[in-house]
């Protein structure tokens, strides 16, 4: 059987989740997470579908693509696919020419598994690296320590909230609880946590969202944000604890997170909270 590109609609957005739930192991590539699917959510179950590429052989999902913004196609594949040759193939040449309807022309960038045949192909079509970025780690066996500060679970009532530290934390965000509720309303978020953190004054400090991918695998941050009137006093570090502990507490058994290397502050705050880094991974980029 030959390799089968399809956009799932919003009736086949679950067999995408499904399959990406089982791809999720320890010492699996930082790649595309449940909870990557879960936080684009936000903009509704259709221009999630409308995002999401996947490749099938003989009915059997072997990539699941997330078009990440313009121009960015974040992909992973099966674990036994990695280095299937018909599938990486197909792959290279679905975002290679835009008339697939992947990538569109001009700049765009692939972001695969590290050891997957897809960037070897993309290589020797001309494509370059871009800009490291820098996986982090904790491991989820033990309990995990008190984050120092009062940290809430959003549910519903208090959505505005953490919208509102949200987009203090990310220029240009436009996260509002409206998009709270789309996102919460997405299969992925049945395994996934709001939280909110609180300083001693009882103001809302930060906010994170992490991702269960089930009991026993890994689990994601996506995304973490410290409200700008309130950086540089630990509070990144006290939010990723309590993300941790989350996570354990839905079963994970690490939590994951990634952000670019050039983030030093970033690396530095999970670094505190016991994440350790992993080797670095890079895009492929074509030029405009």
């Given at each position: 059987?030959?390799?089968?590109?399809?956009?799932?609609?919003?009736?086949?957005?679950?067999?995408?989740?499904?399959?990406?739930?089982?791809?999720?192991?320890?010492?699996?590539?930082?790649?595309?997470?449940?909870?990557?699917?879960?936080?684009?959510?936000?903009?509704?179950?259709?221009?999630?579908?409308?995002?999401?590429?996947?490749w099938s052989r003989d009915g059997r999902i072997l990539a699941v693509g997330l078009l990440d913004g313009p121009g960015l196609l974040r992909v992973t594949l099966a674990p036994d696919a990695r280095r299937d040759e018909e599938l990486a193939r197909r792959l290279v040449e679905d975002a290679t020419e835009p008339e697939r309807g992947v990538l569109p022309p001009g700049r765009a960038n692939v972001e695969a598994p590290a050891d997957a045949l897809v960037q070897?192909?993309?290589?020797?079509?001309?494509?370059?690296?871009?800009?490291?970025?820098?996986?982090?780690?904790?491991?989820?066996?033990?309990?995990?320590?008190?984050?120092?500060?009062?940290?809430?679970?959003?549910?519903?009532?208090?959505?505005?909230?953490?919208?509102?530290?949200?987009?203090?934390?990310?220029?240009?965000?436009?996260?509002?609880?409206?998009?709270?509720?789309?996102?919460?309303?997405?299969?992925?978020?049945?395994?996934?946590?709001?939280?909110?953190?609180?300083?001693?004054?009882?103001?809302?400090?930060?906010?994170?969202?992490?991702?269960?991918?089930?009991?026993?695998?890994?689990?994601?941050?996506?995304?973490?944000?410290?409200?700008?009137?309130?950086?540089?006093?630990?509070?990144?570090?006290?939010?990723?604890?309590?993300?941790?502990?989350?996570?354990?507490?839905?079963?994970?058994?690490?939590?994951?997170?990634?952000?670019?290397?050039?983030?030093?502050?970033?690396?530095?705050?999970?670094?505190?909270?016991?994440?350790?880094?992993?080797?670095?991974?890079?895009?492929?980029?074509?030029?405009?």
């Amino acid at each position: 059987m030959t390799i089968a590109l399809g956009t799932p609609g919003t009736d086949g957005l679950d067999s995408a989740v499904v399959a990406l739930r089982e791809w999720q192991y320890e010492g699996a590539p930082a790649q595309l997470h449940p909870g990557d699917l879960g936080w684009y959510w936000r903009a509704g179950a259709e221009a999630t579908a409308q995002a999401v590429r996947t490749w099938s052989r003989d009915g059997r999902i072997l990539a699941v693509g997330l078009l990440d913004g313009p121009g960015l196609l974040r992909v992973t594949l099966a674990p036994d696919a990695r280095r299937d040759e018909e599938l990486a193939r197909r792959l290279v040449e679905d975002a290679t020419e835009p008339e697939r309807g992947v990538l569109p022309p001009g700049r765009a960038n692939v972001e695969a598994p590290a050891d997957a045949l897809v960037q070897d192909l993309l290589a020797e079509a001309g494509w370059d690296l871009d800009e490291p970025w820098t996986p982090l780690r904790r491991d989820l066996t033990a309990p995990v320590e008190d984050p120092g500060v009062r940290i809430e679970v959003v549910g519903p009532e208090r959505a505005h909230v953490l919208a509102a530290v949200h987009r203090s934390a990310f220029d240009g965000s436009r996260f509002t609880d409206e998009r709270w509720h789309a996102m919460a309303a997405g299969a992925p978020y049945a395994d996934a946590r709001g939280l909110l953190a609180y300083d001693e004054r009882g103001e809302a400090v930060a906010a994170v969202t992490v991702w269960s991918a089930g009991p026993g695998r890994p689990g994601l941050l996506e995304p973490m944000g410290v409200h700008r009137d309130h950086r540089r006093r630990g509070h990144g570090r006290a939010i990723s604890v309590a993300a941790a502990a989350a996570l354990r507490e839905l079963g994970a058994s690490s939590a994951l997170v990634c952000t670019p290397s050039s983030n030093t502050a970033a690396v530095t705050a999970y670094a505190s909270a016991g994440f350790r880094p992993r080797p670095e991974v890079r895009d492929r980029c074509r030029a405009a």
